[in-house]
Nanobody, 126 residues
């Protein structure tokens, strides 16, 4: 059983950067693929980025490619989403999600992830 806790959200100006974190508790968290999703007011939750547990390959939504970077460290217990050149349409609640030993190609689908955090609010003002 894994529990996820996001932190680091806040209010920033357009063009600024922010890094949010996801700490995973439980055994073998390094063996989990971790993804970030976000949900803006009135919209469905959408995929943002993922990092594969084995090869550490990374994947991004087109809307954030080149601006956001997903990584993990700290003995693999923490995953990060470094967000740069933030825009007002990046405003959302950001969730991390995890799936044990996942190496599939549907990393962008919510249903592939069994564990979810509570989310952290990111607000970008213009």
């Amino acid at each position: 059983q894994v529990q996820l806790a996001e932190s680091g959200g806040g209010l920033v100006q357009a063009g600024e950067s922010l890094r949010i974190s996801c700490v995973g508790s439980g055994p073998n968290f390094s063996k989990y693929t971790v993804a970030w999703f976000r949900q803006a007011p009135g919209k469905d939750r959408e995929f943002v980025a993922a990092i594969n547990w084995f090869e550490r390959n990374t994947y991004y939504a087109d809307s954030v490619k080149g601006r956001f970077t997903v990584s993990r460290e700290n003995g693999e217990k923490t995953a990060y989403l470094q967000m740069s050149e933030l825009r007002s349409d990046d405003t959302a609640v950001y969730y991390c999600a995890a799936a044990a030993y996942y190496s599939g190609t549907n990393y962008f689908k919510e249903g592939e992830y069994a564990y979810w955090g509570q989310g952290t609010q990111v607000t970008v003002s213009s």
